[in-house]
């Protein structure tokens, strides 16, 4: 089956620094990527769609200038926190859709603590 | 209001038991659904898609009511493994998966 590649899973930054987390679909092609976010025991929030070779689209709220997202190829997404503060600290999941069968599939999501 | 909305619950239920979780959506133009079971920081994990006329896998059964903008998801028989998060996602205009804010199931013994 579709497997997506996530890392790092868990990564402990301090504040003010940043921290890239990619996503990459190992054995299928990917034109879109979704980036989530989810708070402890609350929903997986979108935060944006990722698209091969254009800007991405941003969620109502979700500062693109704070999360950076670079689609470079049908493979991989990345998604980079800038200037991370401790209100940052979730866990950030990212998806695949597959070009060829429009079949979702998420990666094992990065566990993010900024101190 | 949210696209999606779900009771976050939790159901607490014996084993055995049959459970049954709904969810609504707003967007009429929404396009397919699914349920998504997801552990404890853990990633989602698709449970099953959601057809027009209804469909079961095992002791999953789902169904969609459109006019209504309603899907359900029903589980006969718990079992302790069945104890998760249980998540509606829909697809909405431009592709987009969104989730309602889940619904915990605890199956006790």
């Known amino acids: 089956g579709a497997v997506v590649s996530q890392h790092p899973s868990r990564v402990i930054c301090k504040s003010g620094t940043s921290v890239k987390i990619e996503c990459r679909s190992l054995d299928f092609q990917a034109t879109t990527m979704f980036w989530y976010r989810q708070f402890p025991k609350k929903s997986l929030m979108l935060m944006a769609t990722s698209n091969e070779g254009s800007k991405a689209t941003y969620e109502q709220g979700v500062e693109k200038d704070k999360f950076l997202i670079n689609h470079a190829s049908l493979t991989l997404s990345t998604l980079t926190v800038t200037s991370a503060h401790p209100e940052d600290s979730s866990f950030y999941i990212c998806?695949?859709?597959?070009?060829?069968?429009?079949?979702?599939?998420f990666g094992s999501g990065t566990r993010l603590t900024v101190v | 209001r949210k696209e999606v909305e779900q009771d976050p619950g939790p159901f607490n239920v014996p084993e055995g038991a049959t459970v049954a979780f709904n969810c609504t959506y707003s967007n009429s133009a929404s396009q397919s659904f699914f349920w998504y079971r997801q552990d404890c920081r853990k990633e989602p994990k698709l449970l099953m898609s959601?057809?027009?006329s209804g469909n079961e896998d095992g002791r999953f059964t789902a169904q969609l009511n459109r006019a209504s903008q309603y899907i359900s998801l029903l589980i006969r028989d718990s079992k302790l493994s069945d104890s998760a998060t249980y998540l509606c996602g829909c697809i909405t205009g431009f592709q987009k998966l969104v989730f309602g804010t889940g619904t915990r199931l605890l199956v006790s013994p």
């Open positions: 998806s695949a859709r597959d070009t060829n069968n429009y079949g979702y599939t």
């Open positions: 959601v057809y027009s």
